[in-house]
């Protein structure tokens, strides 16, 4: 790597930036992202906690960070066509993002989103993350880059985001929400939002301080001020991870198309923009001029600032697609920030180097996803999962490419022998699994699409097999006949020239309209199946509840014993159906239920209990619904590396002369191709059941065990004050707000709580302030004896278990 960085065309034109600090960086940024990440998930940081600890850094770090640099920015630095291009690019991706929303939306939401969309693709990361990049990247040769960021952040926060945050005021005033209220008004509002964000102020205070007090802060003030502003850094990173845990959760099927589209906009379309704006507005032809142009399209990469999750918030709009997308594209631009600064020394890349280099990278990343691919396939192979479609189908996916990673390592050595039949037989184990995995993603859709129409899928297992593994080695057998070995080649994407292109091309073509079209109907289908589901509900619970109230009306009138086990079980029908039962029918059947002869006991062990199957049924449906979200997501990312496989033969076949550009996206195939293992283990490696939660009991014991005096000691007395206090002050009122009896079988009824709605009744009263605090709390009780679970087999949850007062 330190090689390819300072080789040069000519052998005198040296690298302008330090490409070999980049990766020390981006592991210091995204582990501290890691730690508060890790601190958020495991609670250690509550969310309460979490927000104090983000107004710190956005009221008081970061405004004296700012108040700091503009004072100390030197004007006369500064290259003024840099500031105009990030201006122009920006405000050029805010207009288009904001005016096609405005044209494609829907008419009820289409102003906030318009206003929300066009702010998450213009506000970048600058300070937290993007400040440590530039400065690892340019400290040595360009360090005048570095006080560009505090001199460009300020675009969108002075310029952009108020026009933004007036859409999102219009549709408040569109929905009513203060319709009252005149447009002169709604105006003033986004103006004083604007004027009271320390940020803002605090830049116009520094712009102001800067001429007053002669680029110097004054001795008394200047400890205090970098006190603050010193203490941004690893803050605002620990924030940014702490502000992640949870956000996937609200990722849904109908908004993955938006978000796809924002983060494009954010991660390619913003960066080619701020360095075409230079190109066009920078007419100077030094030197700098091209450092300066890199340094434009790396600005252009940095992720969405974690802010604009607090103006959707603010606004309670949009929630879904801007956390979700704030979290994805953090992580995503760590390798396009990596492998787009790496590119951008290709100008000075011998051929044979670059060629290497390309070798290369197919070869480690190979050896990576090598393991992480076995390790996905013995999770889904101990889940279980395989049995059934489309599991059935991506477990093929995942075997096509751990034989693609397989082959690609035998290549690499094959490649370097002399041995013919080597490379030969290297050649068909790594094209006949590379042509494999881009069919799968096409059957995985349209299997998906056919569980959809019909709940069974029509295509027999075995034809799939066929067509996954039978198609791509006849598209290999007429490479290896019809194709005419290329000399001296040790790409494998060119081995035997113009025929594997073409016979390439053909393959991405098919598996691109099939999955295409499936994944376009399937989300059709998706969104008219639930609309259905809600109209049939709603019909359902007008039907059910008036005869309901009829029937307990007509029971509680009913003083015998049978009338009793009428209406506890009259109630637990009511109740499973999703209706809630009369007042006095409760208080009734809660005064009979020390005789009813109907009761569980304290432990339901019965396999056919009523209340147990609707966990599983539960816990079944969730399950197959993140499920299927995680593969229309793996179809929907394996289809665009298969747009880019499909321009690269394109390119390459009617272009003789490729050009720079194709360089740069020859290695976006390469790290595509081979690194599909990262991406089947991020969505599929980490079951929850298999993984997740046997290691966090593990951990737990081995906490508890490495400090068993300490631990036990401070658990048992928070434990036992919690339950104290909550049995002396709270159960009474906490068993009127959430105990309902339900039917558990037959005949026989229980009075069971779901964690759920014991968490929303903790956070309701004050005795806790986030989830996170209302479900340690809830271990606490079930640490100490005052609830349980009915069977005993899981702790408490925010979910829809089951829970009892002992």
Known sequence: MDDLSVSSRDGSVPPSMSIDKLFPALLECFGIILCGYVAGRTNIISATQAKGLGNFVSKFALPALLFKNMVLLDFGDVIWPFFFSILVAKATVFFIVCVLTLLLADRESRFSKAGLFSIFATQSNDFALGFPIVEALYRNTHP????????????????????????????????????????VKVLGLVVLQVIRNPIIFMVVIGVISHFLLKQKIPPFMEEFVDGLANSFGGTALFYLGLSMVGQLKKLTRSTVVALILLITAKLLVMPLICRGMLEVLDLSSSLNHSSLSNYAFLYGVFPTAPSVAIYASHYNMELEVVTSGMVISTFLSAPIMYVSAWLLTIPWMDPTVLALALQNVSFNISIICLFTLVWSVAVMLLSRKFGRVPHMFTINLFVAQLL??????????AVKGESLLGQVLSFTLLYSSLYSTYVWPGLISLSMLLMRRSEEVKVRPGLALIAGWGLPVLAVSVVLLSGERMPDTIDSAFFYGKTQVICTSVVLCVSIAVCGVSLALLSRQTQDHQTLQIGSRSDSEEDLIPACDTNTQNNIDQPSTAGSINADCQMCECECAGVQPMPDMITSTRERSSTSSGLCGQRCASTGCLLVEEEQKEADRENTDTQTTRHVL???????????????????????????????????????????????????????????????????SLWQRWSPEVTGSTASEEIRLTCGQFLTFHREQCIKDVVHKKRCGERSSTETF??????????????????????????????????????????????ALHYRFT
């Open 754 to 799: 779901l964690g759920s709605d014991l968490v929303r009744w903790l956070k309701s009263v004050g005795l806790a302030s986030d989830s996170g605090e209302a479900v340690a709390y809830g271990s606490r009780l079930l640490e100490g004896g005052v609830i349980q679970h009915i069977t005993n087999e899981h702790g408490f949850q925010d979910e």
């Open 634 to 700: 793996m179809c929907l990312l394996l289809t665009v590396s298969l747009l880019a496989n499909l321009f690269s033969c394109l390119w390459w076949l009617f272009n003789k002369v490729p050009g720079r550009l194709y360089l740069e996206l020859q290695f976006f195939c390469v790290v595509a191709n081979y690194g599909q293992g990262l991406m089947s283990f991020a969505f599929f490696g980490l079951d929850k059941h298999l993984i997740i939660s046997p290691f966090k009991k593990r951990l737990v």
């Open 404 to 413: 693609a990673c397989v082959g690609m390592i035998s290549w690499n050595f």
């Open 144 to 183: 005048e880059y570095l006080q560009y960021i505090y001199l460009v952040a300020p675009v969108s926060l002075m310029i952009l985001n108020p026009l933004g945050f007036a859409f999102c005021e219009v549709q408040r005033w569109r929905t009513g929400q203060h319709q009252q209220q005149s447009k």
